[in-house]
């Protein structure tokens, strides 16, 4: 891989990524509002976003540059089974459709942030708001490192971070500069920034794939060949276990696993704590609603970019790490000037999440640990500065985890995060539309649900992996193999209702509920919602 | 989950939003009914069955969520006109 260095696509991948350099800074002067030092600015971008904006913010959000580079890779490596992502990603916005636009409505009217601003509104309990607060950033955090590990796979393609012989500083300088300047303008423009580079990433997103699909298969012989080449590759015996590398089709016993998977993973996309900034920092719920009708399109894009593991197969790129996979069919079979032009668009495809979720995780920590628990009368001013500094920390931290562990260390914490993020479902979605559940029996269930999910997930053994070496594992009580995560959820939601009911007996304090059946349908415009709210709202007592 | 009312006038389940519901749940029965789709033929193009079929799903899921989003309006609009004046 690393014979030398693609001058000319360097060069291109160069161009993009200083041109969304200059745009990142320019950013804090789009749309800027009259008072700049308040979270709803900085943290939600003044939720002034219409459809458009938002389409491109979700879109650079949550199909990011590790997707597009795992995604293909685990086709790559096992055929059907990785194909998941297609129908969860079907499955996510007629879900969102439902329960999206009454937390956009109860945020707006009472100047919620966070997914636990609201859990603490409506269960009045600080301890369950601090639960989801934790499991948010504990989950965004491997997310964000695993942006650097896409990054890291289009530069190592290119041939700059050198080899194993290059000593370590400088083969990760281009990580770090990357980095720094992400940080930078993340820290002075807030999510504006990657409102604005979001544009980019997806123009160049799309283009890349509406070229690779057609040109590729062109290349190698059309559809037919490219299957049949895929199909004998699959059948070849895995060295490690004896069993054939992959499928076509999901045999019988996949075919659980592949739907849980795709259930489990549908319902959680929307608890990750990025998802929610960039849904709140739209202008109205109709904005929401409309973008779940042309989200899809998405969907469609990541359908064919997996196509893009098989044409690696049969292309015959060989990488001992799957991950290279795509990077290198790129490399292969684009001229160097596109190949460079690809790189760039998964290299933009890292900063915009990154950059998202860092904001996310220090807007979690801001309100819900910081204001909440060291200084409850903390200004917007105050806790603004505060969340630019957190954003800073979690970078570094995520940087420092990429360069210090080895990569499968941020994969499994991925893959635990996914399966900790789903047990926040019952409080924050069962929340929106029912206060029967208990405060206290939601964080039983939440406890209950992040410890067996974590358990089951140690005890999974790959052929390379003693512990965290997969998401799936036989549902007690079913026999089958399904995704961890949703059988944790399922015992939340079980240990859940039982403790409501046992608490309700008990006659256990219920807690405060500030909202009100209103506050869920309101709109903008309407009497207590404001199209952009006063920066006092982050301090008006809540 | 239910769909929950927006406006609060009128019966809360009627024919429009049993439709709406069946729209958005269909998506669920299709993709997660796995063994109806994990099989490779008829081919399209040289794609065998069990991917152009989720593609294919991609497409419809969106028409069906499109459709909801419209009858969600409608109904919406319905009850508004119903009560008079500004709704909520």
């Known amino acids: 891989m690393n014979d030398g260095v693609n001058g000319v696509a360097l060069a291109v991948f160069i161009f993009f990524f200083l041109a969304v350099t200059v745009m990142g800074f320019l950013a804090a002067r789009w749309r800027r509002a009259d008072d700049e030092h308040s979270l709803d600015e900085w943290g939600l971008g003044g939720r002034s976003f219409g459809t458009w904006v938002t389409w491109f913010l979700l879109g650079g959000d949550l199909y990011t540059a590790y997707t597009f580079v795992a995604v293909p890779a685990a086709i790559y490596a096992a055929g059907a089974a990785g194909f998941f992502a297609v129908p969860y990603t079907i499955l996510v916005y007629p879900l969102i459709f439902t329960f999206l636009p009454r937390l956009w409505s109860v945020s707006h009217k009472h100047g919620y942030v966070t997914t636990s601003d609201f859990v603490r509104g409506r269960f009045g309990s600080k301890g369950l708001s601090l639960a989801v607060a934790v499991t948010g950033i504990l989950a965004t955090m491997p997310y964000i490192a695993l942006q650097l590990v896409g990054i890291q796979a289009v530069l190592d393609v290119m041939g700059v971070g050198g080899g194993e012989d290059t000593n370590w500083f400088v083969k990760d300088l281009p990580l770090l500069i990357a980095f720094g300047v992400l940080a930078a303008y993340t820290y002075s423009s807030g999510l504006r920034a990657p409102a604005l580079i979001a544009f980019v990433k997806d123009t160049l997103i799309y283009i890349v794939i509406a070229v690779a699909i057609i040109y590729i298969p062109i290349k190698l012989g059309g559809f037919d060949d490219i299957f049949a080449k895929a199909s004998d590759a699959f059948a070849q015996p895995n060295p490690a276990t004896g069993a054939p590398r992959g499928a076509l089709v999901p045999g019988d016993a996949g075919q659980w696993t592949y739907a849980t998977l795709a259930l489990g993973s549908a319902l959680a996309l929307f608890m990750y704590p990025h998802s929610i900034t960039a849904t709140l920092s739209s202008r109205s719920r109709e904005v929401i609603r409309r973008n779940t009708t042309i989200l899809p399109l998405y969907s469609l894009m990541l359908g064919l970019l997996a196509l893009l593991g098989f044409m690696a197969i049969a292309a015959g790129v060989k990488v001992k790490n799957g991950q290279l996979a795509i990077p290198q069919l790129f490399e292969d079979m684009f001229p160097d000037w596109f190949a460079g032009v690809a790189f760039a668009a998964i290299g933009i495809g890292a900063l915009v999440p990154a950059a998202i979720m860092s904001i996310a995780a220090a ?33 570094v931290g995520a940087l420092v985890f990429v360069l210090t562990m080895d990569k499968t260390v941020a994969i499994n914490f991925q893959l635990l995060g996914g399966i900790w993020i789903l047990q926040t479902f019952p409080a924050l979605v069962g929340g929106l539309f029912t206060r029967w559940f208990h405060r206290w029996a939601l964080l039983a269930g939440w406890a209950v649900g992040m410890v067996y999910g974590t358990v089951a997930a140690y005890g999974v053994a790959s052929p390379t992996q003693k512990h965290f070496g997969g998401s799936s594992k036989e549902i007690p009580g079913i026999g089958e193999i399904g995704y961890i995560g949703l059988t944790a959820f399922l015992l939340n939601v079980v240990v859940t209702v039982v403790l409501t009911f046992v608490m309700k007996a008990l006659k256990a304090p219920e807690g405060v509920d500030e909202t009100s059946p209103s506050d869920y349908t309101a709109d903008a415009g309407d009497p207590g919602v404001k199209v952009e709210l006063p920066p006092a709202t982050a301090g008006a007592g809540h | 989950m239910s769909e929950a009312p927006e406006v609060n006038r009128g019966p809360v389940v009627t024919p429009l939003r049993v439709v709406i519901a069946l729209c958005l749940f269909a998506p669920f029965v299709a993709m997660l009914w796995v063994g109806s789709y994990a099989k490779t033929d008829p081919a399209f193009i040289g794609i065998p069955f069990f991917y152009w079929y989720q593609m294919l799903w991609v497409l419809l899921s969106t028409l069906l969520t499109v459709t909801a989003y419209k009858l969600w309006q409608f109904d919406q609009r319905g009850r508004r006109n119903q009560g008079g004046g500004a709704a909520k």
């Open chain 1, 363 to 395: 807007n979690l920590f801001t309100r819900n640990i910081y204001k909440d628990f060291i200084k409850p009368d903390a200004t917007p001013r105050e806790e603004t500065r505060v969340s630019k500094l957190v954003s800073l920390l979690v970078k």
